[in-house]
C-alpha cells in the first residue's frame, strides 16, 4: 500500500515536499516514481528513483526544480517540489517500480499552484 | 524525450473487441524494450492491466492481452464490458543509463 501526503494550495515560487509511506512490501527492495496528473489531462512520469538511491531520473519539466529522495528505514519516498508553477498544479501518485512498469500505486494528493 | 501516441478515443458495444494503438512517434519502441498499459477510472488511481508487453497481472481478466510489433504496441479488449470503461494509457521505459519513463497520450475508451 502507498500512502501520498504533503499536497496544498500553494503559491507560484515557493517550494513544498510531497510523502509516500509504503507499506506491505521490503520498501527498500525496489525503485520508487512520482507520476503527476493535471485536471483534465493524461499522466506524466515526474521523477523515480532506484531502491539505493544510486539512480534518479527527472522529466524534463521538472529537472533542476524537482528533488526525489527516499528514507528505506522508514519506508518514505519524498519529492521536494521548489520553485512551483501554475502548471506543477496536478494530482501527484507515487509508485513503486518493478522492472520496467509500476505496479503499485497511491491514491495521490493534490498540489494547487496559484499565481 | 519521445512521445507516445495513442488515439484519443476508441467505442464499443458490450460483448465486442476493442484494440487501442501505442505509436512510438520519434523513437522506436523496440529501443525501450517493454511496454506496460494503465487503465484509470473516473477520479481513481492508475492501475497495471499489461506489463512486459502482453503480459497480465494476478486479477487482470484474460480479456486483456496485449502486442508488439515494430514501433507500435497494442491492447485489446475482447468481450467487451461496462467497467472497462475508463482512459487506457501505455507507458514506455526509456532507461538504461536514463532513468525516465514515458507515459502515452491516453485513450478514452466508451461502451456504447
Known amino acids: 500500500q502507498l500512502v501520498e501526503s504533503g499536497g496544498q494550495l500553494v503559491q507560484s515560487g515557493r517550494s513544498l515536499r510531497l510523502s509516500c509511506a509504503a507499506s506491505g512490501f521490503n520498501f527498500d527492495d525496489y525503485a520508487m516514481n512520482w507520476v503527476r496528473q493535471t485536471p483534465g489531462k493524461g499522466l506524466e512520469w515526474v521523477s523515480g528513483?532506484?531502491?539505493?538511491?544510486?539512480?534518479?531520473g527527472y522529466a524534463d519539466s521538472v529537472k533542476g526544480r524537482f528533488i526525489i529522495s527516499r528514507d528505506n528505514a522508514k519506508s518514505t519516498l519524498y519529492l521536494q517540489m521548489n520553485s512551483l508553477r501554475v502548471e506543477d498544479t496536478a494530482v501527484y501518485y507515487c509508485a513503486k517500480g518493478l522492472a520496467e512498469y509500476m505496479d503499485v500505486w497511491g491514491k495521490g494528493t493534490t498540489v494547487t499552484v496559484s499565481s | 524525450q519521445s512521445a507516445l501516441t495513442q488515439p484519443a478515443s476508441v467505442s464499443g458495444s458490450p460483448g465486442q473487441s476493442i484494440t487501442i494503438s501505442c505509436t512510438v512517434t520519434?523513437?522506436?519502441?523496440?529501443?525501450?524494450?517493454?511496454v506496460s498499459w494503465y487503465l484509470q477510472h473516473p477520479g481513481k488511481a492508475p492501475k497495471l492491466v499489461l506489463f512486459e508487453d502482453s503480459k497480465r497481472p494476478s486479477g487482470i481478466s484474460n480479456r486483456f492481452s496485449g502486442s508488439k510489433s515494430g514501433n507500435t504496441a497494442s491492447l485489446t479488449i475482447s468481450g467487451l464490458q461496462p467497467e472497462d470503461e475508463a482512459d487506457y494509457y501505455c507507458?514506455?521505459?526509456?532507461?538504461?543509463?536514463?532513468?525516465?519513463?514515458?507515459f502515452g497520450t491516453g485513450t478514452k475508451v466508451t461502451v456504447l
Open positions: 520519434r523513437r522506436e519502441v523496440g529501443t525501450y524494450n517493454f
Open positions: 507507458c514506455s521505459y526509456a532507461g538504461g543509463d536514463n532513468f525516465l519513463y514515458v
Open positions: 528513483i532506484t531502491w539505493n538511491s544510486v539512480a534518479r
